[in-house]
């Protein structure tokens, strides 16, 4: 699965370790988060966030 970076403030989300203080589990792909989920460092929406290639 994907990582993706927050175009603000650099935070990546890692799908195999989710997100946890957001409830996230672990295996939860990117495109599969909440369209309400926000970076957990600075509070960017989804749309922030760039796919790293």
């Known amino acids: 699965m994907d ?15 989710g997100d946890a203080d ?3 589990q672990a295996g939860v792909a990117f495109e599969d988060l909440p369209d309400d989920w926000v970076c957990p460092v600075c509070g960017a929406g989804k749309d922030d966030f ?3 290639e």
């Open 3 to 17: 990582k993706y970076q927050c175009d603000p403030c650099g935070y990546v989300y890692d799908p195999a370790e």
């Open 22 to 24: 957001s409830g996230i």
């Open 50 to 52: 760039s796919k790293i």
